[in-house]
C-alpha cells in the first residue's frame, strides 16, 4: 500500500533527503503560493460578500492548498538517495545450520523452509543485484558455495561470533549488507555490545529473517536445576527444579532425578497454568564419594513438540574427606553418650570429644596421637584450626580464657567453621553466657537468669523454615516428615535460650505445657555458622523407640554435617558453575589462606586439568588486583565431556594445599531448550545496524531494501517525487471536495 501511493519503498524516504531540481530557492515558493493565496481569497470574498464568508474562508483553503500543491510541482521536488552500484557489493548471508533448524512446524523443517524462501526468488534477486557469499553458521562461520547443502546438524549457533568474523575478515571488502537467516537462537549468550559497535561502525545494515514459532504449542521445559557443588559421602542431598509448561494444565507428570540410568529419587507433579514457572524440590542420598553426574528429567507426555528440552544434567563432587568435629562436654551425661553413638556410625565424620569428668580431669576419644588436646580444650590457633567443627555441650562460659573465647570466634568468622551450643544446666543463661564475650557467637541474646532450664518433658514442631530445611527430614515427604516430628518421643528437657537476635533463623520449636520456645535456632557468622539447640534430652528419642527406628541418628548425623559441610580448607577452588553448556571459555578462581586463615597475597597458585581424550593442561593462576588471596584464570575446554581440576597452592615452595572440583562440557543443551523463535534478538539486532526484521513471507522485497544500503560502493541518484501517485490523489480530492461543496451550497 506504501508503494502504491508513494511510488518508492519507504526506506527511499526514511534515508533520503529532500532536493529541488529546479534550482530556484524555496522561498520563492512560498511567496508565489502566498500571492496566489492572496488572490484567490480577494476573489472569493467579493463573491461570497453576502454573509457567507465561513463558506468562502474554506473554499479559499482547498483552493490555495491546490495551487501551492501545483507550484510545488514546478520546483521539480525530489529526493536524493545513495544506492549500491549493481555487481560491485557483496551481501553476505548467514545460514543457520544448527539443531534447532532441523525442528518440524507444520510438516516442514525449519531448514527446508529456509531452502525454499531462498529458491522462491530470494536468492535470485539478490545474485542479480549482487555478488552474494553464503556462510553455513554454527560453532563457526564456514563459507559454503551451495547453500542446498544444509545439514542442521551443528550442535551450537554462535551468531554473534559469525558476525564478528564476517566484520574482521571484510577488511576493505565493499560489503553492501548481511542477511541473517535463523530462528535467532544464539548458544553464546546473545550479541556482545563490541558486535554491535563494529557493525556500526563499519555501517553494515544486518537484515534478519526469522524462522520458526515464537511460542510453543505443546511442551514441558525445565528452566533451572540446583544442586549443591560439593557433598559429603552418604549426605542427603536437596535438588531444586524449575519448569513450566504450555498445553498441559492440571495433567500430572514425574520428575526424575537419576545418575547413569539409575534412579536416585522421583516425585509425581501436578502441573500449574499455562507459562506459570513452577518449583519442585526432590531429596536424595549423595552415596560414595565421587564426582557424580545428576540428570533431571521431566515425562515427556503426549504431543510435546520438544522432548529434547526435559533433562538438565548437573555435576556434584562428594568427597571422601572426613571433617573433624571437637565436642566438648562439661560432665557425664545421657546426651554425650547417645551422641557419640550417632556419630560413630557416621563414616563421613570424624568425631573427637573431651569429656570433663571432674574438676581437673579430662577423658580424650577420637584423638590422632597420643599429645593431641593434652591440655584440654586447645589454646593455640593451629590446634583449633585443625578441627572444622566445634559442639559445645554442659560447659559455663567461665571454663574459657580469654584467649580461649577470642579462638572461637577467630574459627568460625576468619576459618569458617561451624559452632554448635547445646542446652544444659551450666550453659547459656545458666552458664553465664549472657555475660561473656562469646555472647556475640550466639544467635540468641539468653540473659542473665538462672532459672531457664527446665528438667521438664516437652514434644517438638518444625517450623516454616524447619519443614523447608534439608538438616530437618527424617522422612523424605514434607508431609509425612512434619508428621513424624510431631509424634517424636518427647525431649527429657527444655531450656529457654533467649530472644533471637537479627539474622536468627528457628528451625523448630519445643512445645511444653507452659507454652512454646525456640529450639534449634541458626545463624551465619563471619565465614561460618553458629546454632543452638535448647535441651540436653535428645537421647529420649533414642531410648523411648524401637531399636530399628534410625530417627536419632539421622537427626543428628545431619545436624553434624549441617556444622562442617560448609567449612573451607586453606585452598578452595570455585568455578561459577559445574555443566558448561556450548561454552569453551571456562573461567578458573581458587581462595587461598595461610595457616592462620588470612588471605594469602603471595602465594603461587596453578590448576591442573585432565579431561576426555588424555586431555592434560596446567593453567597458572594470577592473583585478582582487587581481592586479596584469590586467583583467576581461564582455560579454553574443546572437547565435551567431564573434566578434573586440581588448584595447587605453593608459597616459597612449600605445599599451601590443594583442592579438586569437577566440571562438564557440553554442546547442543541451548539448542534443545531454545527452540522458539528468538524474535526479540533478531528485531534488535536488525534495528540497531540500521537493517529490517523479515518473514519469510514478507522477505521477497528484501534485495530492493538492499540496494539503499549505505555501505559498500554507492552512487548518488535522484528520484523525481512530482509523478508519485499520491499527489495526483491529493489534487483529486481537493478537486473533488471543492466541487462537492458548491454543489451542497447551490452554487455550481
Do not use: C
Not at 549426605?235 to 520428575?255: D, H, I, N, P, T
Not at 571437637?326 to 545421657?334: A, C, H, I, T, V
Not at 531448550?673 to 540497531?688: I, P, V
Amino acid at each position: 500500500m506504501f508503494e502504491l501511493l508513494f511510488k518508492y519503498p519507504l526506506t527511499v524516504y526514511e534515508k533520503g533527503s529532500l532536493v529541488l531540481q529546479s534550482g530556484w530557492s524555496l522561498w520563492w515558493w512560498v511567496l508565489a503560493s502566498a500571492a496566489a493565496a492572496g488572490v484567490v481569497g480577494w476573489l472569493l470574498l467579493r463573491q461570497w460578500n453576502n454573509g457567507k464568508r465561513a463558506r468562502a474562508l474554506v473554499l479559499w483553503g482547498l483552493q490555495s492548498t491546490m495551487i501551492a500543491l501545483v507550484l510545488l510541482l514546478l520546483w521539480q521536488p525530489g529526493i536524493s538517495i545513495a544506492t549500491l552500484k549493481p555487481q560491485q557489493n557483496i551481501v553476505a548471508v548467514l545460514l543457520d545450520d544448527s539443531r534447532s533448524m532441523a525442528l518440524t512446524e507444520d510438516g516442514l523443517t525449519r531448514r527446508d523452509l529456509l531452502k525454499k524462501t531462498l529458491e522462491a526468488g530470494l536468492a535470485d534477486g539478490l545474485a542479480k543485484k549482487f555478488q552474494v557469499r553464503y556462510y553455513k553458521m554454527g560453532a563457526r562461520l564456514a563459507r559454503t558455495g551451495d547453500w542446498k547443502d544444509l545439514t542442521a546438524e551443528a550442535p551450537v549457533s554462535r551468531l554473534s561470533e559469525g558476525l564478528a568474523q564476517i566484520a574482521a575478515e571484510s577488511g576493505s571488502l565493499p560489503i553492501g549488507a548481511l542477511v541473517v537467516m535463523s530462528d535467532g537462537g544464539d548458544t553464546a549468550g546473545g550479541i556482545d555490545r563490541q558486535t554491535l559497535a563494529t557493525l556500526r561502525s563499519r555501517r553494515f545494515p544486518v537484515h534478519t529473517v526469522g524462522f520458526g514459532r515464537e511460542k510453543a504449542e505443546k511442551d514441558l521445559a525445565l528452566i533451572d536445576v540446583q544442586t549443591p557443588v560439593r557433598a559429603l559421602a552418604d549426605s542427603r542431598l536437596s535438588v531444586m527444579v524449575r519448569f513450566e509448561q504450555r498445553g498441559y494444565a492440571g495433567q500430572r507428570a514425574k520428575l526424575v532425578v537419576s545418575e547413569e540410568g539409575r534412579t536416585l529419587t522421583a516425585k509425581e507433579v501436578t502441573l500449574a497454568a499455562d507459562g506459570a514457572p513452577q518449583t519442585e524440590n526432590l531429596l536424595f542420598n549423595a552415596g560414595n564419594a565421587a564426582a557424580k553426574t545428576v540428570q533431571v528429567s521431566l515425562q515427556t507426555l503426549a504431543g510435546e513438540t520438544n522432548p529434547g528440552n526435559n533433562a538438565l544434567t548437573r555435576l556434584v563432587q562428594v568427597e571422601s574427606r572426613k571433617p573433624r568435629i571437637l565436642y566438648l562436654e562439661g560432665e557425664p551425661r545421657w546426651e554425650f553418650k547417645f551422641i557419640r553413638r550417632a556419630l560413630e556410625e557416621d563414616r563421613s565424620i570424624n568425631l573427637v570429644t573431651l569429656l570433663r569428668t571432674t574438676q581437673n580431669k579430662i577423658y580424650r576419644q577420637g584423638i590422632n596421637t597420643p599429645n593431641e588436646l593434652e591440655g584440654g580444650f586447645p589454646s593455640t590457633l593451629d590446634e583449633l584450626f585443625a578441627f572444622e567443627g566445634i559442639i559445645l555441650g554442659n560447659v559455663e562460659a567461665g571454663y574459657f580464657s580469654p584467649a580461649q573465647v577470642e579462638l572461637l570466634q577467630q574459627f568460625v568468622d576468619r576459618r569458617g567453621g561451624g559452632l554448635l551450643f547445646l542446652g544444659g544446666r551450666t550453659t547459656l543463661a545458666e552458664g553465664g553466657y549472657g555475660a561473656s564475650p562469646l555472647l556475640e557467637l550466639l544467635p540468641v541474646n539468653p540473659g542473665e537468669r538462672r532459672t531457664t532450664f527446665i528438667r521438664d518433658r516437652a514434644t517438638v514442631e518444625l517450623t516454616a523454615a524447619g519443614r523447608e530445611s534439608i538438616y530437618a527430614r527424617l522422612d523424605e515427604d514434607p508431609a509425612r516428615n512434619v508428621d513424624r516430628w510431631k509424634k517424636m518421643p518427647y525431649l527429657a528437657d527444655y531450656q529457654n535460650p533467649g530472644s533471637l537476635k537479627a539474622g536468627a533463623v528457628v528451625l523448630a520449636e519445643s512445645v511444653t505445657n507452659k507454652g512454646r520456645l525456640p529450639l534449634w535456632i541458626t545463624q551465619n557468622y563471619g565465614r561460618g555458622r553458629t546454632a543452638v539447640l535448647a535441651t540436653s534430652g535428645t537421647w529420649r528419642w533414642q531410648m523411648a523407640q524401637p531399636l530399628e527406628d534410625k530417627s536419632h541418628e539421622v537427626f543428628w548425623q545431619q545436624l553434624s554435617r549441617w556444622l562442617v559441610g560448609a567449612t573451607p580448607g586453606r585452598v578452595v577452588a570455585a568455578l561459577p558453575r559445574t555443566v558448561f553448556s556450548d561454552e569453551q571459555r571456562i573461567p578458573l578462581r581458587a581462595e587461598v589462606r595461610n595457616r592462620q586463615f588470612l588471605p594469602l597475597a603471595d602465594g603461587s597458585v596453578e590448576a591442573r586439568i585432565s579431561g576426555p581424550g588424555g586431555v592434560a593442561a596446567t593453567v597458572p593462576l594470577q592473583p585478582d588486583p582487587v581481592l586479596p588471596g584469590v586467583y583467576v584464570g581461564e582455560w579454553g575446554a574443546e572437547k565435551p565431556g567431564s573434566y578434573l581440576v586440581e588448584m595447587y597452592a605453593t608459597r616459597a615452595g612449600e605445599e599451601v594445599g590443594r583442592d579438586t572440583m569437577s566440571f562438564r562440557r557440553e554442546d547442543g543443551v541451548t539448542e534443545a531448550y531454545h527452540t522458539q523463535q528468538d524474535r526479540e534478538t533478531l528485531e534488535r539486532l536488525s534495528a540497531q545496524t540500521g537493517g529490517r526484521y523479515w518473514t519469510p513471507k514478507t522477505v521477497s522485497r528484501l534485495p530492493e531494501e538492499i540496494t539503499y544500503s549505505e555501505a559498500g560502493i554507492t552512487t548518488r541518484e535522484v528520484k523525481d517525487l512530482w509523478n508519485i501517485p499520491l499527489v495526483f490523489l491529493l489534487l483529486a480530492l481537493l478537486r473533488g471536495g471543492e466541487w462537492l461543496l458548491r454543489r451542497k451550497w447551490g452554487a455550481v
